[in-house]
């Protein structure tokens, strides 16, 4: 049984790659530029919106992971998948598909574009929906809070409930190698609702030193968008945080029903990441 793992590199599907490995799976990783694979797994070029060479990516593949790419179709590399009798794809996706504040805005629309073609796609799919990646943490405030000891946040009640990628990961291998847990929808969350101002606070603790919140307007925030972010994402991402002030986020146990383990705690993540906080 092959099986491909497109975005290699990526924070989720190396993991993906590498517990398929580790689990005895032959795997086949994809990237748009595969200079290096993580180990044991095949190297192959793929853009998925450029599907040339998709039918020899695809030979012998069983099961695919798949990202949610934005900016292109999949179509054609979804016609290739259904010709190689591909049985069975995991989409990565996100809530925004179907929350309220996001579904029929930029991230949500970039999501369900993805996840109509793999549906239209006539492939048997499970599409998975992961809480808020505890990896923002470090994407969105490490640098701020190794260099100056503080963070600015709009927003700091808002409640999310942050899900290690470790989980999504296994999630995902467990999925993509038997038909247990095989549905539409997956809907993948953290252990517990936690506001952004309890994850500094926990972040403080096992870095072992105070980190100070400045509480942003949502014009400093704009202000401060990073160059990689769309106006059009921080927009909506300001609209849900300021939603979820004082509301308690999402817990499932789907977690804990494919894995047999409970999702790993934001503690966990921020211990085994400390280093990037201090
Ligand atoms: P990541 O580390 O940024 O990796 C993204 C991967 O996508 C890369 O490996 C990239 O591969 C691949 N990719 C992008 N465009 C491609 C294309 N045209 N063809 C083939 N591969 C392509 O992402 P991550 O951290 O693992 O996952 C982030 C994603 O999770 C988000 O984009 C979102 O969809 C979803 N999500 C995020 C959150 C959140 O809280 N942030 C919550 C729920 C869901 P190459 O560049 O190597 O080709």
Not at 92 to 115: F, K, Q, T, W
């Amino acid at each position: 049984m092959t099986i491909l793992v497109t975005g290699m590199h990526g924070s989720i599907g190396s993991r993906v790659a590498t517990k398929l490995v580790e689990a005895g799976h032959r795997v086949r990783g994809s990237s748009r530029t595969p200079s290096s694979a993580p180990a044991g797994v095949e190297p192959v070029r793929l853009d998925l919106t450029e599907p040339r060479g998709a039918a020899e990516v695809l030979d012998g593949v069983e099961t695919a992971f798949l990202y949610p790419v934005r900016g292109g179709s999949v179509d054609a590399f979804l016609e290739a998948a259904r010709k190689a009798e591909v049985q069975h794809v995991v989409l990565l996706s996100s809530p925004a598909s179907y929350e309220v504040h996001e579904h029929d805005r930029i991230i949500g629309l970039v999501h369900r574009a993805v996840e109509r073609a793999v549906q239209e796609s006539g492939l048997s799919h499970t599409v998975l929906y992961p809480s808020w990646l505890a990896t923002n943490a470090r994407r969105d405030w490490s640098e701020q809070i190794r260099t100056s000891g503080r963070v600015g946040i709009a927003h700091p009640d808002a409640q999310v409930n942050p899900i290690h990628i470790d989980d999504v990961a296994e999630v995902a291998a467990d999925v993509l190698t038997r038909p247990t847990h095989r549905s539409r929808m997956l809907v993948l969350t953290g252990r517990e609702s936690v506001s952004q101002r309890g994850m500094v606070d926990v972040l403080a603790e096992v870095r072992g030193a105070p980190i100070a919140i400045d509480e942003l307007t949502r014009e400093q925030a704009l202000e401060r968008r990073p160059e990689w972010m769309p106006e059009a994402v921080l927009e909506v991402l300001l609209d849900v945080t300021a939603a979820a002030v004082g509301v308690p986020a999402t817990v499932t146990n789907m977690v804990e029903r494919v894995t047999g383990h409970p999702s790993r705690t934001f503690r966990e993540w921020a211990i085994a990441h400390r280093d990037a906080f201090r």
